[in-house]
């Protein structure tokens, strides 16, 4: 609960938006750091482009800027301006927020930091101590997307479930509350939204075992407002919204029990014109619906965009993109307000690119569904039916009904997940980060509840033997690229292929340009119209956040937070406090900086040699090893234990435990590497399955130091 006061040197110009480039606007000359965001501010976010007020950019949540200092005539003389180490080295998904002269982010473990914008100078730093334990019940990585800004304050949410208010000149803090039960689950890794003085916020777990709801507090004080449930509770009580009672026809058997899902972890948008707050729901908990809702239903409101009046948290409209999801297909994805013009005539819409692969266009003050085309190929689904607004499923799909495995594109991964889209309001295409992907989903045998870890119903090893079979697509992650659709033909227009696999946040600016990182550990701006790549820089780091532009003493910068699951190929550690190479990169035209080419520190990570010690225990020792790293180990630490491009734990087959039985059984028995993410099993797993799993291990790491040694001699 420290808020550090690095500098106050303050005595700096106040440079903060004197955008002196086209469109010409007033400066906003407010102190550094005051941080001064008001209603009146984010509505005419347009007018005023040399900030970047929200994380989406403004209420719209475009992420377009209209800054054109950097066009397409200039990009390529982009440079380094300066950058900062982040002393995190999970992964790093946070927007910058820029405004007053202060540049806002928030880190890995919910941590915050404040630039001054003018020569990159820490200004103050806020570490909120999250119990790194409460790590397990982060489904995927303890990340932060990031702040809010509002009034002199700076808003954000931890992965224990508070919501924070600190000063955005000091990083004191002013008021906190605990949004979650505490005992629960639940995590936060979602930007508060703000809406006429209230701050809502959402929250995550349904791989665990919660139910879904966000909550609005006063932003001044901290009080509570409202809160409101995505699914309905147990139906022997009374239900908090009227809503929930027609939603809960809509569900079977006792998915109460295990919370239901629904929550809205990412993203939430708010359309002044329509007065309407949209909600992302996410998917149900169990995945599998048969276990979930035995005989199906539509499990309202799951995998649906629901729209509530954000004065008093009640329900207007929703359209659910997933009926009786059964695959983790959220809808908590980031969702765009736009005006279109169609040949019948302009139509204000909310638009968002779901896990589940149709690209939707609806109507912001009604719902109506307007387009709802594939943006990736998926296999659920042969298409949306205009008439009813339903999706039209493959009966293969659905593994808990037809009790046969099934190979379906997309896995839980998504076509899309939450890495912001951007919208060019040029072009008038979106951009998204597609990465096309498929899984096996088998229904778990015999399901017990998982008080303490994931509860998806399925079975990860099961259908496997699936991708043997001819004509089967090759198993996971097949490509990824930048998609540019046409939300109005609702078609693809093209698509720039990543060399490496993996979605990264983008940006839209009216310089004709969009700016995303990779995974190869680059930082790329194309043309907006065309999809040319124009200019690159290294990053030396994977990028999965998304850029943000904002304007310093008449020069535009661009900003970008890198850093997540592991260095990229080739890539060496260089960053003495992140292992992963997390940083703030920052660039302008003609910027000079370099990043360092060598870490200068102990530590230095180097090539690791894999060095298992011999297998000695038995077949079945091993083959039972193998079931229980599929059911208990392989989210974190990957199928097979080969950690894949969403694998946020280290690869068990080089690790240095294997051969120390007594200290691997601490670290997955009694969690004493809990600080470190790694929570004790004890609990969970029967008597011998931490040593079976061990085997297996050792098994596969001399699976895989005989390949490479093969490898080596040819
Ligand atoms: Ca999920």
Redesign the pocket.
Known sequence: MRAHLLSLALALPILAASCTEPPQVAAVANPVGAAAVTQERLLAAASEPGSWLAAGGDFEEQRFSRLDQIDASNVARLGLAWFADIDTERGQEATPVVVDGVLYLTTAWSMVKAYNIADGTLLWAYDPAVDRAKGADA?CDVVNRGVAVWEGKVYFGTIDGRLIALDGKTGEVVWQQQTVDASMPYTITGVPRIIRGKVVIGNGG??YRVRGYVTAYDAATGDQLWRYFTVPGDPSLPFEQPELAEAAKTWKGEWWKLGGGGTVWDGMAWDEKSGLLYLGV??GTPWNQGLRSPGGGDNLFLSSIVAIDPETGSYKWHYQTTPGETW?Y?ATQPMIIADLTYPSGPRRVVMQAPKNGFFYVLDAATGELLSAEKFAPLTWATHVDMATGRPVEVAEARYEVTGKPAIVAPG?LGMHNWHPMAFSRDTGYVYIPVTVNNAPYAAAKNFVPNMTGWNTGTDFAGGADLYKQPGAPPRGNVESYILAWDPVAAKEVWRIPNEVYGASGLLATAGNLIFSGNHKGEFVAYRADTGEKLWSAPTQARVVAAPSTYMVNGEQHVAILVGARGLPTDQIRTNPASANNSRLLVFKIDGDKTLPATLQVRNNAGPVKIDPPLLTASNETVASGEQAFATHCAMCHGVNSVPGAGSIGPDLRYSALLSFRGQWNEAVLEGNRAQRGMPGFANILRDGESEAILAYVIKRANDEKAAQEAAATQ
């Open positions: 489904c349904a791989e996410g998917n983790d959220t839980a």
